[in-house]
């Protein structure tokens, strides 16, 4: 089984480009279909009701009058054409001006709506159990043995019609399928070869080395440029992460090795030393190593947290006063931190950022400035003029000479006369003043003494009058 977690596999984007047009063409192809369907049925209705109407005009125009007798000569050419639909029946009634039929089939029904309408009238009806279609056209006789309408009907079974509107349908549903087929192929070729840029970024991905965290280049289009972008991104943060923690490591390997060896052998001295005041030397010197390997151990944590902190934690409107108060009471829980002051200002102070990180930040500001300076401490917060906000430790101490000061903020630049000095504590200083985009400040006081802080920029002042409403 593999040691990584694997994600739930989703559809690619090439079957929901794939579904998403199959859809569409299902759509469109009922809709031809029914659109088809509708013309079909008018086409084949109009097709026939035009032979129906020639059929009917060609009889009405053949009946006559001769000598007082109504005389009607069928054409064979009325229903030779509406003869070609082989299995269709063909009806026809002619009716005299008195109702009476003169010719063909007394039962072939008349129309529901039997008006004033003199013009061809086209209706549907059933006949013999049988849908039929028909029509009703009229031719006038002004004779003098006859006079009135004479009524003439023919009709026509509907199974060519039928069959011709559902040939019409089936040729257009054929023609239709076949498109959407060509047109479906032709999509996902062309899908294919727009996807293949992503197929591109995933060969590369897949072909490196995992240890190779360099940002990697290839021809995208502009929609991917993006993605290759926050991939090139992240990969170079992760390098940059991966770099700091291997150094680190193997600063801290190093750095760890050193007391613990001296630790030792002072150990080792110890139990070989009968001199009870060379003893009592031994045993402050083995207690100040303990106390340096101690504290390198904590800050050492520390540092790792809030590294590990500048990628994870989520910023917020923080007031600086709060964090003093904070860090102030934390130095003194742990001991060794009495007779700080404080200098706030009466006004809130709002910055962004991650709360625990400033803390430790302060913290490690007081805990250097006790190491290294000289009482009392004093822990303020202040506002610059110049859109930033400081929080900074300062003592009544020389300071740092020039040298100390063009190694601040690196890791282990220890005091070497101190054998209680970690050298983290300005690293964790510096490392969170370039996570929250401020820096360290470093000053001598005019009044006398040293100080060390963090200039760091104010909060939006909307955000702030925002937060500051949410914690009343």
Not at 300 to 324: F, G, P, Y
């Amino acid at each position: 089984m593999s040691a990584y977690p694997t994600a739930s596999r989703s559809r690619s984007i090439a079957w929901r480009l794939t579904l998403l047009l199959t859809l569409l063409l299902t759509i469109a192809a009922a809709g031809t279909a029914v659109a088809a369907l509708s013309y079909g049925q008018t086409a084949a209705t109009r097709a026939f009701d035009r032979l129906l109407t020639g059929a009917a005009l060609q009889i009405a125009e053949r009946i006559g009058v001769v000598e007082g007798e109504t005389v009607i000569d069928i054409p064979l050419s009325a229903f030779g054409l509406l003869s070609l639909a082989s299995e269709d029946r063909i009806f026809y009634r002619i009716i005299g001006p008195d109702g009476q039929t003169l010719t063909g089939d007394e039962t072939v029904p008349l129309p529901d709506a039997t008006g004033q309408h003199s013009g061809p009238l086209l209706y549907d009806a059933e006949f013999s159990g049988e849908a039929i279609r028909a029509i009703r056209m009229q031719r006038f006789l002004a004779e003098r043995a006859v006079r009135g309408p004479i009524t003439v009907i023919v009709a026509q079974t509907l199974r060519a019609r039928s069959e011709l509107a559902n040939e019409i349908v089936a040729r257009a549903v054929i023609g239709v399928i076949i498109a959407g087929g060509v047109t479906l192929a032709l999509a996902l070729l062309a899908m294919h070869l727009a996807l293949s840029p992503l197929r591109r970024v995933e060969n590369a991905l897949l072909a490196r080395d995992p240890k190779d965290l360099t940002p990697f280049s290839t021809t995208t289009p502009r929609e991917v440029e993006a993605l290759v972008a926050a991939i090139n991104r992240f990969m170079a943060r992760l390098d940059r992460r991966v770099g700091a923690m291997q150094d680190f490591v193997a600063d801290a390997a190093h750095q760890m090795r050193t007391p613990i060896t001296a630790l030792r052998a002072q150990t080792e001295l110890a139990l070989e030393e009968d001199d009870p005041q060379k003893l009592r030397t031994l045993l402050r010197r083995i207690r100040d190593r303990s106390v340096g390997v101690s504290r390198l151990t904590d800050q050492l944590l520390s540092h790792a947290l809030v590294t590990h902190r500048a990628d994870s934690a989520t910023l917020e409107c923080i007031d600086l006063r709060r964090v003093a108060v904070e860090a102030e009471r934390e130095a003194r829980r742990t001991g060794g931190a009495e007779g700080i002051e404080l200098d706030l200002p009466a006004d809130p102070v709002m910055v962004t950022g991650d709360a625990f990180s400033l803390r430790e930040a302060a913290r490690n500001l007081i805990t250097n400035a006790l190491a290294h300076g000289r009482p009392p401490v004093c822990l303020t917060v202040s506002l610059t003029g110049n859109g930033t906000a400081l929080i900074a430790a300062h003592d009544q101490g020389p300071g740092m000479s020039t040298g100390q000061l063009e190694h601040i903020g690196q890791r282990f630049a220890r005091d070497v006369s101190n054998p209680q000095s970690a050298g983290l504590g300005l690293a964790i200083v510096a490392e969170v003043a370039e996570f929250h985009q401020g820096s360290i400040r470093t000053a001598q006081r005019p009044e006398g003494g040293f100080e060390v802080g963090i200039e760091l920029p104010l909060a939006d002042l909307s955000t702030a009058i925002a937060a500051g409403e949410t914690a009343e």
